[in-house]
C-alpha cells in the first residue's frame, strides 16, 4: 500500500478556527482576517511538504503559528529606542527627538481644535497663523509658511516662483539630500529648467550674471549641510547674490536645510549660517527642516518677504502639502523655546545632547559601565574609550563633538552578532560597529533608567 501524501494529512481551516487559541482572538479579529493568515500558514506548509517532504503540522501548531503571526499585528510597528549610535540626530532614529512641551502639545491637540477656526472672528480662519506670528518674530521674516518637509518646502517656493521657467544654481549646490533625493530633481518635478552654472569648487558672481542675461528668473542657493566642498574654491555669498536679484528684480531663493536658529559656536561648532541670517541678508524665500537644528518635528518652513510668501500660499499644491494639526502644535511649542535662547538646553532634547560635557558624559558612562559588564559577560570585553559624535542628519558635517564610548570586543562571534543582541533588548540599544567593536556613545543617552532596565530584564535569572 502506497503512503498517504503528507499534505491529506494538513488540517482544514474550519479546525484551526475552532481551535482555542483562535477563538481567543475572534473579538478582535475579524473572521475573514482569521481566515486569510490561516490559508497563508496552510499554503507555505504545503509548498515545503511539497518541496522537502517530512510530516505535516497537527492542529495545535498549525494553531500556535497563526496565533503567534496575528498575535504581532497588535505591536506597534514604532517603537522607542536607545540610540547609542554617535548621531544625535539620526535620519534613520527619528532626527531631533521632541520636547516635552511639544508631546503635550501633540496630545492636547489630538482632540477638537480651533485648526482653521479664528475664536476672535467665529468664522473660519487659516492654519498658518498658528506659528506664522512667531516664526517671524524670531526669524525677522515678514511672513511665513509651513509644508510637511524641506524637500516640499523647496518644491513649492520653485513652483510658485519659476513653473516653466529657469532656475539658476551653482554647480558646487548640487546636493543629493539623502536617499536619492537631489536638488535636480527637485528643481525639474516643480516644473521649473535647470540652469547649472560655475564648476564644482568654484562659482563667481559673473556666472550668475550671465544666467539672467539668458532668461534666468529664480537664483536658488543651496547651502552645503551634509558635505563640505575645501581647497582652491570660490562661493558667491547670500548678500552677492541678493543685491544682484534686486538689481534685476528676480528672487533670490535659499536653501538652509538645516535651520539653525543659534549660533552653533555657543558649543564649539562653526559654519552653519542661521535662520535670522538669510532673512538679515535680504533673501525673498529661506527654506528649512524642522527637525533637524530646530529640534522639532518634520516640517519645511519657509519664511521671508510678504510678496514672495504670499504667492507661494496661493499655490494649489500648498494644500497638498501642508501640516496637520499634530505637527503645528508640536512646531508652535518648538518655536516657543526659542523665545529664551540662552535656556535652550533645558527646552530642547537636541540641545541638551550637544551641549553636555564631557564630565557630564563621563558620569553616565561610569552609572551603566557596570550594568554593561554584567550584561555582557562571557560575551565581550569592556573598556572605555575616547571618541566623537557628531550631530547628524546632513548636519555640520565637517564638525565633531568629544565624546566618551564604551566599547565591546567580542570575546567570541562577530561584533554585528553583538550588535544584534544589543537590539534584541526591550527597549532595543542601538549602537554602532567600527573597528570589530561594538561602540556605545553616552552623549546621546537621555535617561539612564530605560538603558538600565533594558540591561536589568536581559541578565534576570
Known amino acids: ?83 547609542l549610535t554617535g548621531t544625535l540626530l539620526h535620519t534613520n532614529l527619528g532626527r531631533a527627538p521632541l520636547s516635552e512641551a511639544a508631546v503635550a502639545a501633540m496630545a492636547a491637540a489630538a482632540g477638537t481644535v480651533n485648526l482653521e477656526y479664528d475664536l476672535d472672528a467665529g468664522q473660519r480662519g487659516n492654519r498658518d497663523t498658528l506659528v506664522e506670528e512667531l516664526l517671524c518674530r524670531l526669524s525677522g521674516a515678514e511672513a511665513a509658511t509651513v509644508v510637511n518637509n524641506n524637500a516640499a518646502a523647496v518644491y513649492l517656493a520653485l513652483n510658485t516662483l519659476g513653473d516653466r521657467k529657469r532656475v539658476v544654481v551653482s554647480r558646487g549646490e548640487l546636493v543629493e539630500i539623502g536617499d536619492s533625493f537631489r536638488i535636480p530633481d527637485i528643481v525639474k518635478k516643480s516644473g521649473c529648467k ?20 539668458e532668461g534666468a528668473v529664480v537664483l536658488l542657493k543651496v547651502h552645503a549641510s551634509n558635505y563640505r566642498v575645501q581647497g582652491f574654491t570660490h562661493e558667491v555669498s547670500l548678500a552677492e547674490l541678493v543685491a544682484l536679484g534686486r538689481k534685476h528684480n528676480v528672487p533670490v531663493v535659499t536653501d538652509l536645510g538645516s535651520g539653525a536658529f543659534v549660533d552653533m559656536r555657543r558649543w564649539g561648532l562653526a559654519g552653519e549660517p542661521t535662520v535670522q541670517e538669510s532673512i538679515a541678508a535680504g533673501a525673498d524665500v529661506v527654506t528649512f527642516s524642522g527637525d533637524k537644528l530646530l529640534g522639532g518635528p518634520q516640517a519645511g518652513l519657509i519664511v521671508g518677504r510678504a510678496e514672495a510668501i504670499k504667492r507661494i500660499k496661493r499655490n494649489p499644491m ?55 559588564e554584567r550584561w555582557a559577560q562571557n560575551r565581550a570585553t569592556v573598556t572605555v574609550e575616547p571618541g566623537h559624535s557628531q550631530i547628524g542628519s546632513g548636519s555640520l558635517p565637517d564638525q565633531t563633538l568629544e565624546t566618551r564610548l564604551i566599547a565591546l570586543t567580542p570575546l567570541r562571534g562577530s561584533p554585528e552578532a553583538l550588535a544584534k543582541a544589543l537590539r534584541e533588548l526591550r527597549p532595543p540599544v542601538i549602537g554602532r560597529v567600527h573597528g570589530g567593536k561594538v561602540l556605545l556613545d553616552l552623549r546621546g543617552l537621555f535617561e539612564v533608567q530605560p538603558l538600565i532596565g533594558a540591561i536589568e530584564t536581559a541578565t534576570r535569572p
Open 318 to 372: 500648498k494644500r497638498a502639502l501642508r501640516c496637520d494639526k499634530l505637527i503645528l502644535a508640536a512646531l508652535d511649542a518648538t518655536l516657543r523655546a526659542y523665545l529664551s535662547p540662552a535656556t535652550i538646553e533645558q527646552s530642547l532634547p537636541a540641545y541638551a545632547l550637544i551641549g553636555r560635557s564631557l564630565d557630564e558624559i563621563q558620569k553616565l558612562v561610569d552609572t551603566v559601565r557596570p550594568h554593561v
Open 194 to 213: 535647470l540652469m547649472e552654472i560655475g564648476t564644482t569648487n568654484r562659482t563667481h558672481l559673473s556666472d550668475y550674471r550671465h544666467a539672467l542675461e
Open 1 to 83: 500500500m502506497p503512503k498517504p501524501s503528507p499534505l491529506r494529512s494538513l488540517p482544514a481551516v474550519h479546525q484551526v478556527l475552532e481551535h482555542p487559541l483562535i477563538a481567543s482572538l475572534r473579538p478582535r479579529v475579524a473572521h475573514e482576517y482569521l481566515v486569510a493568515e490561516i490559508q497563508h500558514h496552510l499554503e507555505n506548509h504545503r509548498e515545503a511538504l511539497r518541496q522537502d517532504g517530512g510530516a505535516a503540522p497537527d492542529v495545535n501548531m498549525l494553531a500556535s503559528e497563526v496565533a503567534e503571526a496575528v498575535g504581532s499585528w497588535f505591536n506597534p510597528r514604532l517603537q522607542s529606542v536607545i540610540n
